[in-house]
C-alpha cells in the first residue's frame, strides 16, 4: 500500500526556501519557458494557504531543478 507525500506541507516548511530560489521571479523571466506572474501567484496562494497549488507548483519546481542541473553540467 502506498502513501501520500506532504509536498504541500515541505513547500511550505522545509522545502520553501528552495522553492524560492527555483521560482524567482528574475530568474523565471530570463530562461523564458514560464510566464512568471501566473506561478507567482499560484505560489503566493499556496504559501498563504488560500489554495493548494502543490501539484503544478511541484511539475514547474522538477523542471526548474532539473534546468539548474543542466546548467551545471
Request: glycine share 10%; aromatic share 14%.
Amino acid at each position: 500500500m502506498g502513501f501520500g507525500v506532504p509536498i504541500d506541507h515541505w513547500l511550505r516548511g522545509p522545502l520553501r526556501e528552495w522553492a524560492e530560489h527555483l521560482l524567482d521571479p528574475g530568474r523565471l523571466k530570463s530562461q523564458g519557458f514560464f510566464a512568471v506572474e501566473p506561478i507567482r501567484q499560484a505560489w503566493a496562494e499556496h504559501l498563504g494557504g488560500q489554495r493548494s497549488n502543490q501539484y503544478p507548483l511541484w511539475v514547474i519546481l522538477m523542471f526548474q531543478a532539473w534546468l539548474e542541473h543542466q546548467h551545471e553540467r
